[in-house]
């Protein structure tokens, strides 16, 4: 669908034609109710973020600006009226190695992704899909919250070893953030 068209008419009258079993969303900006309402339940998003603790947008970004990698990760949920906020499906993080840099791990995160997202298909297609409703608010970034500030922070704690120092205490923290799986 092309850019600032997902919630048109068109793209309404198209799904209601096409009567899909599920639509994947990857990277669009919020559904609407006039979409979501057509398929309730069967709309299965691959949200670079571990909701419910960090939704929205930079979801990845925000986990390292706030010294967090732990949060890092991918989810795939159901898509409902909320940021971020359908029922989960599976969860997954990267592996983050002493290479790694903000744009190394984004990679890594996608490839994670990618992988669970065929997984959940499979299910889909077996009938076999579980979900798991969220509990927790967490955090929602918008991107209004981004500025050079933010951006230039997190250059710091990179370049200041933030990698090395998160891979130092990655046994401490690692079990803090609960994944669906």
């Known amino acids: 669908v092309p850019k600032g068209e997902i919630n048109t008419p068109e793209t309404e009258q198209a799904i209601r034609t096409y009567n899909p079993d599920v639509i994947v969303v990857y990277g669009t900006s919020l559904l609407k109710n006039n979409i979501i309402d057509i398929c309730p339940g069967k709309i299965i998003n691959m949200h670079l973020g571990l909701s419910p603790y960090y939704r929205g947008s930079g979801t990845n970004f925000w ?3 706030n010294e967090e990698p732990e949060y890092v990760g991918v989810t795939i949920h159901t898509i409902d009226p909320g ?8 969860q997954g993080r990267p592996e983050i190695t002493h290479e790694d840099n903000q744009h190394t791990i984004g990679n890594k995160t996608i490839e994670v992704g990618a992988t ?12 076999k899909l579980k979900v798991h409703p969220q509990t927790e608010k967490g955090k929602l970034y918008q991107r209004k919250d981004f500025s050079t500030d933010n951006i230039q922070h ?3 704690l990179m370049e200041g070893g933030l990698i090395e120092k998160y891979l130092q205490r990655k046994e401490e923290v690692w079990n803090r953030v609960k994944l669906i799986s």
């Open 63 to 65: 986990p390292l600006h």
């Open 83 to 90: 940021i971020d906020t359908g029922t989960i499906i599976h």
């Open 116 to 127: 669970l997202l065929v997984l959940t298909l499979g299910e889909v297609e077996k009938g």
């Open 154 to 156: 997190l250059k710091d």
